[in-house]
């Protein structure tokens, strides 16, 4: 079975590659060049994916990838700008790097801050599982839990909001989170809203997958195929709670 499955895995790919459209190899190259860290091989399979359970041709879905990733590296360098004046330092990848202190807020909140991560600012977003306790996925460690009094973050921008949403559903969605602790970092953000809840993820898919298991809760903006920080910090039924 598992050869037969790699077998049209493989055989799919190749057809994708040669299917004569012209503009696909040069669209790959220009997402892998913004998110160098995933594989020709994960984001083809993707696309396949998606291609094949929405009847969209694959170049269109590529073209909406590269779309939908530029729109929010423009963003990112815009509120870049915007903030320049008021502090010059970016948090790499997620890290704990900074002085200013996330500290405590009630359960099923969460934290936005600007972060480069994969080389750029798509931001980064934590879950509060506790009032003082943070569930979040980072490159350096996968999902890992961080007191909220220890994680730091560098950068003006940075916020906690809330979700709306009953009592019930933040603690089952917490708890599903916190069980999430150990899987490994994707760095797929491209297409992580088609990507499997359980495994490996990023920061955005752990706080998108939890509330859409358990409440139906879509906490994206924009409903693309990629789910990103600052889709989540924006998304309807979000509210500001208070700036870091």
């Known amino acids: 079975m598992k050869k037969t499955l790699l077998a049209l895995s493989l055989a799919s790919t190749m057809l994708f590659s040669n299917a004569g459209i012209t503009n696909a190899d040069s669209t790959v190259d ?17 696309v396949q994916k998606v291609s094949s359970s929405t009847g969209e041709s694959e170049q269109a879905i590529l073209d909406q990838m590269y779309s939908e990733l530029k729109a929010d590296q423009e963003q990112g ?12 330092g970016v ?10 202190i996330v500290g405590s807020s009630a359960k099923g909140n969460f934290y936005y801050t600007p972060s480069e991560t994969a080389y750029l600012d798509h931001g980064h977003v934590g879950l509060f599982y506790t009032s003082t306790v943070i569930v979040e996925a980072v490159p350096s460690a996968g999902v890992r839990l961080i007191d909220a009094d220890e994680r730091k973050v560098d950068s003006s921008g940075a916020v906690v909001k809330s979700i709306t949403a009953s009592e019930t559903v933040h603690k089952n969605a917490t708890s599903w989170a916190r069980s999430q602790v150990g899987q490994s970092y994707s760095y797929n953000f491209v297409n992580n809203r088609n990507t499997d809840h359980y495994g490996a993820k990023n920061c955005s898919k752990l706080i998108w997958s939890a509330y859409k298991i358990y409440g139906n809760l879509d906490l994206d903006v924009d409903k693309g195929l990629g789910v990103y920080p600052r889709d989540v910090r924006d998304a309807p039924g979000t509210k500001l709670v208070r700036n870091i």
């Open 30 to 46: 220009d997402i892998l060049k913004l998110q160098p860290d995933i594989t020709k091989q994960e984001l083809l399979e993707g």
């Open 77 to 88: 360098n815009l509120e870049k700008m915007k903030l320049n004046q008021k502090d010059k």
């Open 91 to 100: 948090s790499i990848q997620g890290g704990n790097a900074g002085s200013k």
